[in-house]
């Protein structure tokens, strides 16, 4: 029997009967707009972290043997440690809370017109169980022989071998945190998908969900669908790293390449995890910034639900050169070409959505615009790497890596940008400063590019991943190779110094900004017919009722140029 939240009217005047404790508003709360804060404030503790390991291990790189400021001399295990977790951290604890938990928290009830999510108190399970894995990873740090360095993909025999991994506390350590955050995705994922099926306003049909919603909750379901293998294969690491079992051990019988193909199986739908959410939140922002309606909704919903079948068949094309066999490469080849299409389809749909439209460059419509123009380039570059003979040659160079931040990035960080910058003035009652917006935009993108482009360089030339030093590599230790990593880290400094102007803008407008009022850029969608920030219970005594989809905006029945779903007519 699910413990569906009280009726709205149960929650008329909740708050007000008695001043609740720190404990009760903030520790054991269950609504779901506070528990979406902590996994936001959380996500954005953790990308500081993320983003302080890339700095260091960047800088040494750039100036091998410095001492780096704020960190000191980075040593090859260091290095090892600190570019592992910077990945791990980034797609566990920064992608996934912020895109998936924070917002679909944030939004799923709003949008649907509910007063919470269906399984309150799971939901703050999902959030503790979060926290302890966060804890425990950055705990892998202080054991004896230090955080896990066997890089965020884990490959055996390096992360099952003590005497390789010259951290068997750590690797086995950094497992349980992966292994406890994605029990928190798991159930995180049974409230978005029960709740949008569930508690949906009266008169809300599937296509009046929108598109954000909608893209968050397949995320979900390919999270669940594609997670098991993985937990399995953690079981089996964990036994070969603690009490001598050898699934993944070559010379005992057991297959190196297996822990591959269970990582990947659900390493690639991971991918979509991510994406998806960051898709929907542009969807959200282009329509409302050029008031027009999203071109082709129910193509773009069939192609999610196309993509998300798809994803589960390309994973091998991590593993060309792993020794797979090369019929297999041959078809996997072919699947990763063919996904490419139901993305550049949905990106299409985009710019098909902006032509013609009354657009207003804001800051979130700047970030939307952004993370269409920079994914295209990671999209594009991936195709290389999808035609199994091109990667032979591109496998593990810094070809790949630049591929993946110009997925990743625009996905976890952009993704990011926009949808803070869009719900703020929900979130928080006030306006952000669009000036002090667009100065943390232009010093984040513009300096993006110079990281990354130089890597596509290097990695052409045959720079190698994981590489603590190039001095022991002559054909690419070449003074123009110097030279472009030493422009990739300053690059990234000059980045990271501009996240300062964010947090300032935050932090000022969460104290003086302009009040918003409910509905500050004229949107249809439910979020926006409440109180900003929204009551506890969300819409006071009475839930809304819907009469229309998503985006409908300059519709000509109606002088004002946008038509709320909840205004019949
Ligand atoms: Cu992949």
């Given at each position: 029997m699910a413990e569906s939240a009280a009726t709205p009217a149960e929650h008329e005047g909740h708050d007000e009967h008695h001043e609740q404790s720190f404990w009760s508003k903030y520790v054991?709360?269950?609504?779901?707009?506070?528990?979406?804060?902590?996994?936001?404030?959380?996500?954005?503790?953790?990308?500081?972290?993320?983003?302080?390991?890339?700095?260091?291990?960047?800088?040494?790189?750039?100036?091998?043997?410095?001492?780096?400021?704020?960190?000191?001399?980075?040593?090859?295990?260091?290095?090892?440690?600190?570019?592992?977790?910077?990945?791990?951290?980034?797609?566990?604890w920064v992608a996934m809370p912020v895109l998936i938990a924070a917002f679909g928290n944030y939004l799923i009830p709003l949008m649907l017109g509910c007063d919470d999510m269906v399984f309150p108190r799971l939901n703050r399970l999902s959030y503790q169980i979060f926290l302890l894995s966060a804890v425990v990873l950055l705990a892998s740090f202080f054991v004896?022989?230090?955080?896990?360095?066997?890089?965020?993909?884990?490959?055996?025999?390096?992360?099952?071998?003590?005497?390789?991994?010259?951290?068997?506390?750590?690797?086995?350590?950094w497992l349980v945190a992966v292994a406890l955050e994605f029990v928190a995705f798991l159930l995180g994922g049974i409230n978005f998908i029960t709740t949008a099926m569930n508690s949906r306003a009266p008169g809300m049909k599937m296509y009046d969900v929108p598109m954000v919603v909608w893209m968050i909750v397949v995320a979900s379901i390919l999270f669940m669908a594609s997670v098991g293998p993985l937990i399995a294969g953690a079981v089996m690491l964990f036994m070969d790293q603690n009490i001598g079992t050898a699934f993944f051990d070559p010379n005992r019988g057991g297959d190196p390449v297996l822990w591959q193909h269970?990582?990947?199986?659900?390493?690639?739908?991971?991918?979509?995890?991510?994406?998806?959410?960051?898709?929907?939140?542009?969807?959200?922002?282009?329509?409302?910034?050029?008031?027009?309606?999203?071109?082709?909704?129910k193509t773009v919903l069939y192609t999610v639900f196309g993509t998300g079948v798809l994803s589960f068949t390309v994973w091998a094309h991590h593993q060309f050169i792993a020794g797979i066999d090369p019929r297999m490469a041959n078809i996997f080849t072919v699947t990763t070409l063919l996904i490419s299409i139901p993305i550049a389809e949905m990106c299409f749909v985009y710019v098909a959505t902006l032509y013609g439209g009354s657009i207003t460059l804001s800051t979130p419509m700047l970030w939307a615009l952004a993370f269409l123009g920079e994914f295209l380039i990671g999209g594009v570059t991936g195709i290389f790497l999808g035609a199994s003979g091109a990667d032979i040659y591109f496998h593990d160079t810094y070809f790949v890596l630049a591929h993946f931040h110009y997925t990743f990035f625009p996905i976890a960080i952009i993704g990011t940008f926009a949808g803070v910058t869009y719900w703020f003035p929900k979130m928080f009652g006030r306006m952000m400063n669009e000036t002090l917006g667009k100065i943390h935009f232009w010093g984040t993108i513009i300096p993006f590019n110079f990281i990354f482009i130089p890597l596509f360089v290097l990695g052409a030339a045959g720079q190698h991943r994981r590489i603590y030093s190039y001095e022991h590599f002559p054909e690419l230790a070449l003074p123009w190779m110097q030279s472009l990593r030493e422009l990739a880290t300053i690059a990234l400094v000059i980045m990271l110094?501009?996240?300062?102007?964010?947090?300032?803008?935050?932090?000022i407008s969460l104290r003086r900004g302009k009040k918003a009022g409910k509905n500050p850029f004229k949107a249809n969608t439910l979020e926006w017919i409440t109180e900003s920030p929204p009551p506890h219970g969300n819409f006071g005594a009475e839930l809304p009722t819907v009469y229309r989809g998503p985006y409908e905006y300059s519709h000509p029945d109606r002088d004002e140029d946008y038509w709320p779903q909840n205004v019949p007519g």
């Open positions: 054991f709360s269950t609504d779901h707009k506070m528990i979406a804060m902590q996994y936001m404030f959380t996500g954005m503790f953790m990308a500081l972290i993320g983003g302080f390991f890339a700095y260091a291990f960047r800088m040494q790189l750039a100036f091998p043997g410095m001492e780096v400021p704020g960190f000191g001399l980075v040593s090859p295990t260091d290095y090892n440690s600190l570019v592992t977790n910077h990945g791990t951290i980034m797609i566990f004896e022989g230090g955080a896990f360095g066997g890089a965020w993909t884990a490959y055996p025999p390096l992360s099952s071998k003590a005497e390789y991994s010259l951290t068997p506390l750590g690797s086995s350590i269970l990582f990947w199986f659900f390493g690639h739908p991971e991918v979509y995890v991510v994406l998806l959410p960051a898709m929907g939140i542009v969807a959200e922002i282009i329509t409302v910034f050029s008031r027009k309606k999203l071109f082709a909704y110094a501009f996240q300062v102007v964010f947090f300032i803008n935050f932090y």
